[in-house]
């Protein structure tokens, strides 16, 4: 499946893409439900299996899971594919996806942890020799203001000169857990999206730390939509790509990553307990803004595009310069 939160005339719920059109599934799984003479007549306790919320989704697991599946193929057995599919109410059960706005796809995550210095080709265009790679993961955090989703604007502070993109591979956590280990790290990963970690660069390096030049408001666009855990055979080897008003400045494989998705959610689960709908950040590859010659920063009105096989592409532009 993949998973979002979008808004079309009303506040935000769950949406699942399909094709070219998105399916509200809370209101999908009413239809279904009503459909199909199941004699459960608590609009309360359907809504709770498939919430309008991604995270309650999430935390509802399996069963959650299930009655999504279920319902979508519901759906697809329509004559119309459930197209002019009417919910209890009359309201429409999908919208074509131009007709929507899409949201990050978690919307109030309790960490977004993101991983530094992951990739040999990103190290190498840095001149950092195979010896002093990491021998951890080298870790920041972002908040929930950082988050924006596709299509949306992102600020550009008037605190820095230098704002830089990084296409990377971001982990939502579906099981939560702690100290798990590297062989057990998977079944409690909910699915995989796009993620650009938008950075402050002389604002990082000013500051010989980087968290201020990482944590601003809109400098984490995430989504467009999460695609569920058993549609990526191997997230170690996706084609991964960033292009900067339709020119190509990032293009590397997942596979050029220092720590694998395991090793990451491993290594920091010691450390911290993970909880459903906590986004991580693996890294970015070579070809970031700083290091080209010259180098690449992002101006306002730029369009950056970050893209990954098997999930989609990450669209947003550079708004006007904010601050003082």
């Keep these: 499946m993949r998973l979002t939160m979008f808004s079309a005339g009303h506040s935000p719920r769950l949406g699942a893409v399909v094709g070219d059109r998105i399916v509200d599934l809370s209101t999908a799984h009413l239809a279904f439900r009503a459909a199909t003479g199941d004699d459960c007549e608590s609009v309360a306790l359907l809504r709770a299996l498939v919430p309008e919320d991604s995270l309650e989704f999430l935390r509802g697991g399996r069963r959650s899971r299930e009655a999504a599946q279920a319902t979508l193929a519901w759906l697809a057995e329509q004559p119309d594919r459930g197209e002019s599919a009417v919910g209890p109410w009359g309201e429409r059960l999908s919208h074509r996806l131009e007709e929507v706005t899409l949201h990050s796809p978690i919307l109030r995550p309790r960490k977004i942890v993101c991983v530094g210095l992951n990739y040999r080709d990103h190290a190498e265009e840095q001149g950092i020799p195979l010896e002093k790679l990491p021998k951890n993961p080298i870790v920041f955090a972002k908040y929930d203001r950082s988050l924006v989703g596709h299509d949306a604007e992102v600020e550009h502070p008037a605190v820095t000169e230098q704002l830089d993109y990084e296409a990377e591979l971001a982990v939502v956590i579906g099981r939560s857990g702690r100290f798990i280990q590297p062989e057990d790290v998977f079944s409690h990963i909910a699915g995989y999206t796009c993620f650009n970690d938008i950075t402050s ?60 998705v395991a090793e990451i959610v491993s290594f920091l689960s010691r450390t911290v307990t993970f909880d459903v709908g906590d986004i991580i950040a693996t890294g970015t590859p070579g070809g970031v803004g700083f290091v080209r010659k010259p180098p690449l920063f992002l101006r306002p009105g730029d369009e950056v595009e970050v893209e990954i096989d098997g999930i989609g592409v990450l669209r947003n532009r550079i708004g006007p310069a904010v601050g003082s």
């Design 201 to 260: 660069r002389d604002v990082q390096l000013k500051d010989r730390q980087w968290l201020r030049g990482k944590m601003g408001d809109t400098h984490a666009p995430f989504g467009p939509w999460i695609v569920t855990s058993d549609e990526i055979a191997d997230p170690n080897r996706l084609p991964i790509r960033l292009r900067v008003n339709g020119e190509t400045v990032q293009d590397s494989n997942t596979e050029q990553m220092i720590f694998g």
